[in-house]
């Protein structure tokens, strides 16, 4: 059994944004508030996270855990890795943390914490890692279970999603080719990104996540990357279809 916990299911700015008087901001409803995107995997006493926000650390303050045993990123983008140096409390105690990329992600990390990763010039009292570089349509071994990556395209840059037994992660959604959609049949969980209403560039928006949905048909499906121009999460959650529902921050699941 799989435990997993949605630590964030906001979009780039999450929810509230700053400043913002938009009514979603606003709320007083809990599942209205929605820090960056990342989920908390946990099997056999292991934990694993996708991805690490700038809400990382706030994220396990809420969802503690013990140990850490390794991070898997979808792509480069700021709300899914610039929360890299929050994992240090994790290294003092555990020492090297593995961490799980595509080379593509992976050099663009190098550039971006070169004080991390750099083995000639380690800051000293920097995270301790060891890189696991993935690919696609290979999958590996993660805690006992295997691991599919599953390529997606966020606009014009690939991003990872990935399915373990029958759930899959997959996140920064616009488009996915006919051989990802192969690798994500036969679902109980599919966890798909959702921006809005609204269409836009590199996010499927609501109609084309329930198009893509009732192509995959995954048992149930539970949307995340939420912007508030989606709309309130009660609200927008009584109209969509049964087997669809909205994410929220620290929702639990098991399966
Ligand atoms: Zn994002
Ligand atoms: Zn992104």
Not at 159 to 179: H, P, Q, S
Not at 238 to 247: M, R, V
């Amino acid at each position: 059994m799989i435990q997993l916990i949605f630590l964030g299911t906001g979009t780039s700015q999450g929810i509230p944004v700053i400043g913002s008087d938009d009514p979603v901001c606003l709320s007083t409803n809990p599942k209205d508030k929605r820090l960056r995107c990342s989920v908390l995997l946990s099997w056999n006493s292991k934990n694993y996270v996708i991805d690490c926000g700038p809400d990382f650390r706030q994220q396990i303050l809420n969802n503690p855990i013990s140990s850490l045993d390794g991070v898997l990123f979808t792509h480069s983008h700021a709300d899914h890795t610039s929360g890299f140096d929050d994992i240090r409390p994790f290294c003092f105690r555990q020492g090297l943390i593995d961490i799980y990329s595509t080379s593509e992600v992976f050099k663009n990390l190098k550039k971006r914490f070169d004080y991390i990763i750099n083995d000639k010039d380690k800051y000293p009292g920097a995270p301790s890692v060891n890189t696991n570089i993935i690919k696609e349509n290979e999958k590996f071994k993660l805690g006992g279970k295997w691991v599919m990556p599953i390529k997606a395209m966020h606009n014009d840059i690939p991003v990872t999603g990935y399915r373990i037994n029958n759930i899959a992660y997959m996140t920064d959604v616009k488009t996915i080719d006919l051989n990802s959609k192969l690798k994500l049949k036969n679902l109980d969980v599919l966890i798909l990104s959702c921006l809005r209403i609204k269409p836009h560039q590199s996010h499927l928006n609501l109609e084309e996540a329930i198009e893509l949905v009732n192509e995959l048909k995954p048992k149930k499906t539970l949307l995340i990357h939420i912007s508030n121009s989606l709309g309130f999460h009660d609200e927008v959650n009584k109209k969509l279809p049964k087997n669809i529902s909205l994410a929220y921050d620290n929702l639990c699941i098991k399966c």
